[in-house]
């Protein structure tokens, strides 16, 4: 069944699921199809975090001011005038490490025109648009590099935010488990820790980034509830050093390691 034209999609869209089969063409140059893929097969998901987000708080904050998130993360000038060791520091060293840029699915030729396809209420197209640019905090909090092992990793982080999350830990496991070339129980465990690590943690998508950048990163993870890497983590990160047709190699990223 399609997702509801208007408002929030609390149902899956298997058009919108099968539709996105370029993905598996190249995933490099197919960052749409897998957007509409994840919002696709995730709706139910999605819908359930857009209305604990509402019930939030700081979630009915950030609804009411809508602060640009994305803008703040990509002015780099201010980034680079935090201090050494600062979450605003750490996020633009994995930017910059890993030549990314802030957010993963550009908001006007990816986000937007889906928003508007589907109907989608303005609240929880805030919700998209804040998330796409939180993917990166999300490695930044959790020490997840942007190789495969880091991805698999965060997405583990991320389903353990979004509990019950059945349809995208299936994703994340037959589909990226699959590709990265590592043994299964060592990605298993891998993943099975990822996901505990983001259930323990508060709810990450209503914290005020904006008044955290400039504070350390080891107090925004204890005030956050992430569990360090060395507790969430005992064997270390995974790090793929293989990636994708169309992707660029990734560079090992601890950022830990390098202020210590």
Not at 237 to 247: K, R, S
Request: aromatic fraction near 10%; charge should be neutral; glycine fraction near 12%.
């Amino acid at each position: 069944m399609a997702a509801p034209s208007t408002g929030v999609p609390e149902q899956r869209d298997w058009r919108g699921v099968f539709g996105s089969w370029r993905l598996l063409v190249n995933p490099g140059e197919n960052g749409g199809s897998a957007f509409e893929l994840i919002v696709g097969l995730a709706a139910p998901i999605l819908a359930r975090s857009y209305h604990q987000l509402r019930a939030h708080p700081n979630g009915r904050r950030l609804f009411a001011e809508k602060p640009d998130l994305l803008a703040v993360l990509g002015d780099d000038d201010y980034l680079a005038s935090l201090p050494v060791g600062s979450l605003g520091h750490a996020y633009r060293s994995f930017l910059l490490t890993n030549r990314l840029d802030a957010g993963v699915f550009d908001v006007d030729t990816v986000i937007r025109p889906i928003a508007e396809r589907r109907g989608w209420d303005d609240d929880f197209f805030y919700m998209m648009r804040r998330g796409t640019a939180l993917h990166d905090m999300f490695h930044t909090l959790g020490g997840y590099g942007p190789d495969m092992g880091g991805e698999f990793g965060n997405l583990g982080f991320h389903c353990g935010q979004m509990e019950p999350s059945g349809a995208l830990k299936a994703l994340s496991l037959g589909l990226l488990g699959t590709l990265i070339p590592a043994s299964p129980p060592r990605k298993l465990r891998y993943f099975r820790e990822a996901v505990r690590r983001g259930q323990r943690a508060d709810n990450l998508m209503a914290a005020p980034y904006e008044q955290l950048l400039d504070k350390p990163l080891t107090e925004v993870r204890e005030s956050l509830g992430v569990a360090p890497t060395q507790r969430a983590h005992p064997g270390g990160h995974l790090f793929i050093d293989w990636m994708p047709p169309g992707m660029k190699p990734p560079t090992r990223w601890d950022y830990d390691a390098d202020v210590a």
